[in-house]
């Protein structure tokens, strides 16, 4: 288990620090609803990795290590395109970076003030599970548990891993808002303005790291 759980945790802080969801909850936490909408959003995210993990693992059923003890051809395969894949999309957030100013947010947050749980809930999920980068990177830990051939609990534990370390990110911000008492208020503001402020540039470079990573390791499969 130790090996497919150390194949994940790249994965993990990838998907945790994706500035779009940590900003999300942070507005939600600054509604009237937010004891409620916080920890449903919380919830969906983790859900969400979860299905979409499992998915995948599912998928790639006993395809493990071959006969002689290698990754088999296609994690080599499937690694070099992920790869790619998250290198363009590091490329498209550096070029679409705004040249002044913070980047414009989704236009969606504007109704967060009317989220009750099931919706928080809903977005955390779609968030999680279907956002390109996330997914991307989703595939990628699935598939990096299924190569080492590990027993299905194993590859659960490391899947479980993957999914609370994916957590951490929005996971933050509520634990800020029920543990900080005043000081939340203030912590979140500043959290918020600074991710909103950087949000490109640390996708971009986030990307590119692990993009470039994949790349290799996929290279080096093959």
């Not at 009237?32 to 449903?40: C, M, N």
């Not at 995948?56 to 994690?75: H, I, M, R, Y």
């Not at 503001?189 to 950087?198: E, R, V």
């Amino acid at each position: 288990m130790g090996d497919a759980i150390g194949q994940v945790l790249s994965f993990g802080v990838g998907v945790a620090i994706s500035p779009i969801p940590i900003i999300a909850v942070v507005l939600m936490l600054g509604t009237p609803r937010a004891r409620t909408t916080g920890p449903a959003f919380l919830l969906g995210w983790l859900v969400g990795l979860l299905v979409a993990g499992g998915v995948v693992l599912l998928v790639a059923g006993g395809a493990g290590a071959d006969d002689d003890g290698g990754s088999p051809t296609w994690v080599g395969v499937l690694k070099v395109v992920l790869g790619l894949a998250l290198l363009a999309l590091a490329v498209r957030q550096w070029r679409g970076r705004p040249r002044d100013g913070e980047a414009e947010l989704p236009k969606w947050m504007q109704a967060i003030d009317g989220f009750r749980p099931p919706k928080a809930l809903g977005m955390g999920v779609l968030l999680s599970a279907l956002n390109p980068k996330n997914l991307l990177l989703t595939v990628g830990a699935a598939a990096a548990i299924a190569q080492t051939g590990a027993a299905t609990g194993s590859q659960v534990g490391a899947l479980v891993i993957f999914a609370l370390l994916g957590a951490l990110g929005p996971g933050v911000p509520v634990a800020i808002y029920f543990l900080a008492g005043r000081r939340a208020v203030e912590v979140l503001a500043d959290l918020k303005a600074w991710m909103g402020a950087n949000n490109t540039a640390i996708m971009a470079v986030l990307l590119l790291v692990i993009g470039a990573k994949l790349l290799g390791d996929g290279i080096s499969t093959l």
